[in-house]
């Protein structure tokens, strides 16, 4: 069956046909794309699931329908003019490994329209109705896999305004969760945030300033706790809040265990005052409870990490590096990461590698020391976490020593003002995210303090490069 895109009529139709039966409308999109059936519907917009014609696998896709109620002509020029700037950064902000991909956009009819990818799957909803309530564990693998997304989001000016449990998706066969339904984000582009604007966002998840149409970055970190203590309790939102005493009482309803640490995060995310939040979400993974994080546990269901295809473009082995980060034995597991990243680039006799090197470091070989370290550490060390840090601090190819010194202080590489020697390092899943590899620096690792900016920042280049 296809299904009409008009919103007056939304009609079912036979694949045969390609008009609406019932009001006449043009059933394929822009000569491509075809609604199989609705996703979603609200006040303003509708969701399709849809195939693209065009190609040849014909792959499934997602169409974001969104129906303006201006009427004046100039209003509605303004609308689509913004449309369209949203549509170029969400495109940017598609190039994220936990969204969905950007894959068109367009206006027709007077209705703006996004063709984004169709991330096939389990959202938290429906794991909820499933499974029943999460344990502690599953909720903290949820804050440490979504808070650098989110900070992503917020690097980008973005707000998402609409974290919730039916918009996080875990993909099928993965354990990697995706942040879905961006078309009601907003980019910020005034400072301060408080012009009041268009109230939107879901009942229950929404934050108290988004609902005057003052939403802020803190406003997704409301939502995203809000979805945390849903999930923890499995009742929902409008329940937890005691509306007579002013506060939540998501603790009234749990029925598995939950460490007064991990509580004090939630409490600080669910503040109704903006100012009493966490602000950022660098800040609610620097205050998440150590004791309380997961080491090997997966995400939504207790089956086996799936293995890593060891891919190298030099025909360079990363079995042993597999098995020492198996064996958590993170030292040695650091030196042979330093060792196989100069045997990729022919500088095994030198020993270190050149800012030309990182720049062309095959994506093939450091998607694969990536996702070994990610695995083994439960996504607390590796050079997209490092990446992730430093651009969040603000970090780019030009030297900046106090983002530098910040950098250092984060993944605990500086104590008390003062950089660290190898030797005094810790390898242990108790250091801060971000703390391991670091041997793989070479001879920047001696000059640390004012050189050691330019592997982190050649490196993140080379990772966004290789989408990473």
């Not at 065009?54 to 689509?80: G, H, L, R, T």
Request: glycine share 8%.
């Amino acid at each position: 069956m296809s299904h009409c895109l008009n919103p007056n009529c939304l009609q079912p139709n036979p694949n045969t046909t390609i008009f609406c039966q019932k009001c006449g409308s043009k059933l394929v999109l822009q000569e491509r794309y075809f609604a199989l059936k609705i996703l979603g519907q609200g006040s303003f917009d509708l969701t399709f699931q849809a195939f693209d014609t065009e190609k040849p696998s014909q792959p499934y896709c997602v169409i974001k329908q969104s129906f303006s109620q201006v009427q004046d002509p100039n209003a509605q020029e303004k609308s689509e003019e913004l449309f369209k700037q949203e549509a170029i950064r969400l495109k940017h902000l598609g190039k994220h490994q936990q969204i969905p991909e950007l894959l068109d956009y367009f206006i027709q009819d007077h209705h703006q329209y996004l063709v984004q990818e169709y991330i096939a799957g389990q959202n938290l909803a429906q794991n909820l109705a499933r499974h029943g309530a999460f344990s502690e564990t599953k909720i903290m693998n949820l804050l440490a896999h979504l808070l650098p997304l989110v900070g992503f989001i917020h690097k980008h000016n973005c707000i998402h305004q609409d974290i919730k449990p039916e918009n996080i998706i875990k993909r099928q066969g993965e354990h990697k969760l995706f942040l879905v339904d961006f078309g009601v984000s907003k980019a910020i582009t005034r400072t301060p945030l408080s012009v009041t604007g268009t109230v939107i966002g879901s009942s229950g998840y929404i934050a108290p300033e988004q609902a005057l149409g003052k939403p802020t970055f803190a406003s997704d970190l409301y939502s995203l706790g809000v979805t945390c203590v849903h999930l923890l309790t499995n009742v929902e939102a409008f329940d937890l809040f005691d509306v007579f005493k002013g506060r939540w009482v998501w603790r009234d309803y749990l029925t598995v265990p939950v460490h007064d640490s991990l509580g004090q995060v939630l409490d600080k995310l669910l503040q109704q005052a903006t100012d009493n939040r966490f602000q950022t979400a660098q800040d609610v993974l620097n205050h998440l409870p150590l004791k309380a994080k997961p080491i090997s546990q997966p995400i939504l269901q207790r089956v086996a990490e799936p293995d890593i295809e060891l891919k190298s473009a030099r025909g360079i082995n990363y079995y042993h590096l597999e098995q020492l980060l198996k064996a958590k034995n993170w030292k040695e597991a650091d030196e042979e990461t330093a060792h196989k990243m100069c045997e990729v680039m022919g500088r095994t006799e030198e020993g270190w590698l050149e800012e030309e090197d990182i720049d062309n470091f095959p994506c093939e070989d450091l998607r694969t020391l990536d996702q070994l370290w990610l695995k083994y550490s439960n996504g607390r060390f590796g050079f997209s976490v490092q990446k992730e840090i430093y651009q969040t601090l603000g970090g780019t190819r030009n030297y900046d020593s106090k983002i530098w010194q910040a950098f250092g202080d984060q993944v605990g590489w500086r104590v008390s003002g003062n950089w660290l020697h190898y030797q005094d390092l810790k390898f242990d899943l108790r250091t801060p995210r971000g703390h391991l590899p670091f041997l793989w620096w070479g001879r920047w690792l001696w000059g640390v303090g004012s050189g050691g900016w330019r592997g982190i920042s050649s490196l993140a280049s080379r990772l966004v490069d290789c989408n990473l």
